[in-house]
């Protein structure tokens, strides 16, 4: 067996934007079914991705022995039912982010796929952009010396628009922190392999009349001491923000713009230093030093699920696992207290 065989649940969203065309190109994969609540949506995705089959319940889709592996891009207020029954089904997992709307329906979901031996991801793809994952070796190395401040910043122009889950909290869970900062968190985690233990967190609605938060900052501690922030907002135009993901360290620094994302694009430099002595001068010069951190393009959504199903397949560690997913919600749970009630919040560590 040299491809895993995968339905989708949820076909018409970001699954439709960029992780079915991934999935098509990914060297162990083939796509069995897809499933949408239209039928005729989901017989459009059918013939679009050329499945086998189109079913508009997750029952259906579930049912079917073809399928091995599902990817669930429903609305957030599906993932837990729709994880449980594939669960039931004994499917394997790659969900979309937040795994669940509750931290202890995360936790429930690794639980019983845990005593069922089925694989169960999340679908941070970010940490399969290349230059995130060279920037994780070359941190993990000791490259940028002790790592002691972070930032990731993503943002976007989401203005309101009638009926749309993500800005309902009682459907989304919340806002630009939910959405995009879940990302932020998990990356700067990921990249130094050390997990945020304290929050402080400002949050607010300042542009939208939407229910959720337009604009969320954090700053966090890490177990390693290092400094964290992250900034997630829905109103920054498009084109004005970079998306800019900054890793500075005693021996350096590691300056990217346009790798938070949802392509392998972008650019990144490093700066190596041995910083000696005290210069009193501090006559600096910004781009003496820099270098530019290359890497060979490619699609963050492919390598994704080419990565769950090598874990599968061929044994590899499991590059995304859920429990990483819940723990950035706990942080996400205690930036929203700490807005909430003005202060510090520490984060569990399960
Ligand atoms: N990793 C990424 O790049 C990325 C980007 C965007 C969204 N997401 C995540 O993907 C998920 C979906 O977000 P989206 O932007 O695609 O939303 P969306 O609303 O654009 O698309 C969701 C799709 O699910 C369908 N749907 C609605 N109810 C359903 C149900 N009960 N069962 C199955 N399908 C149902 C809708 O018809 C729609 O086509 C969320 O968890 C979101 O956070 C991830």
């Excluded at 999935?23 to 989901?42: L, P």
């Excluded at 169960?120 to 070796?137: D, I, Q, T, V, W």
Aim: aromatic letters at 8%; proline letters at 4%.
């Amino acid at each position: 067996m040299n491809q895993l065989s995968w339905g989708v649940i949820g076909a018409g969203g970001i699954a439709d934007r960029r992780t079915l065309p991934g999935m098509m190109q990914a060297k162990n994969a083939s796509i069995a079914a897809v499933m949408e609540i239209d039928r005729n949506f989901a017989e459009v995705l059918r013939k679009k991705y050329k499945a086998p089959k189109a079913y508009t319940s997750e029952e259906e889709l579930l049912a079917d022995p073809a399928v091995e592996a599902v990817y669930i891009a429903s609305p957030v207020t599906a993932h837990y039912q729709q994880a449980l029954a594939a669960a039931g089904a004994g499917k394997h997992i790659l969900i979309e982010k937040p795994v669940a709307m509750k931290i202890e329906e995360g936790e429930a979901l690794i639980k019983l796929c845990a005593e069922k031996k089925l694989q169960f991801s999340a679908g941070f793809m970010m940490r399969f952009h290349p230059c995130h994952r060279k920037l994780r070796e070359l941190v993990s190395q000791g490259g940028l010396g002790k790592i002691v401040s972070l930032r990731a910043q993503l943002t976007c122009w989401y203005p309101e628009i009638p009926g749309a889950w993500r800005q309902d909290p009682a459907l989304s869970g919340g806002g630009a922190l939910m959405d995009m900062g879940i990302h932020c968190i998990d990356l700067l985690q990921y990249i130094t392999g050390s997990r945020a233990v304290r929050v402080s967190a400002l949050m607010g609605t300042s542009t939208f009349s939407y229910a959720v938060e337009d604009s969320a900052s954090l700053i966090m501690e890490f177990e390693n001491h290092a400094h964290a922030s992250v900034d997630a907002f829905f109103n920054i135009p498009d084109d004005a923000s970079e998306n800019r993901l900054e890793i500075y360290g005693t021996g350096g620094c590691a300056l990217a713009a346009g790798t938070i994302g949802q392509t392998g694009g972008g650019t990144c430099s490093l700066v190596y230093s041995n910083p000696g002595g005290y210069n009193n001068q501090q006559n600096r010069n910004e781009s003496q030093g820099r270098q530019n951190l290359s890497w060979e393009e490619a699609n963050p959504y492919t390598l994704e699920i080419e990565s769950f199903g090598d874990s599968l397949l061929k044994g590899k560690k499991t590059e995304a696992p859920a429990e990483e997913a819940v723990q950035v919600q706990r942080v996400i749970a205690g930036a929203y207290q700490s807005a909430r009630e003005g202060r510090v919040v520490e984060i569990p560590l399960v």
